[in-house]
């Protein structure tokens, strides 16, 4: 009986042990809940901001804007956005500087890119 019941803890033992996921888990946004995945706790360790890159073709808007994932409110006009970050919905890590500027369009405040990198999904 004494046998049994070692083997029964074992075995359990081994499935917590060996059946975790190795995958890191990715952002859930569908929920209203962010999971963070171990880079994007780097990312944010290191100053990175996460922010959607939104293109709008409506006159006196801003053609691309990057809006804030962690407030949706907040939107910036990056002056010197690359071609290769010109893609709506892309989700990009980014540090930033404000510039003392007008705005060019009135939902964002003009910014200049010091860094940018393309999120991993």
Known sequence: ???????VLVFICSLFLFCNSTK???????????????????????????GIILNS??????????QLVSDPNTMFDPIDLSEDHKVNGQKVWFT????????????????SLEKIVIKDD
């Open 1 to 7: 009986m004494k046998l049994i019941r070692s083997v």
């Open 24 to 50: 890191e888990p990715k952002m859930d946004y569908e929920n209203g809940v962010i999971v963070e995945t171990r880079s994007d706790k780097k990312m944010k360790a290191e100053g990175y901001n996460l």
């Open 57 to 66: 073709e409506v006159e006196g808007d801003c053609p691309y804007v990057i």
């Open 96 to 111: 930033y500087n404000p510039l003392r500027m007008k705005n060019r369009c009135d939902k964002a405040n003009p910014v």
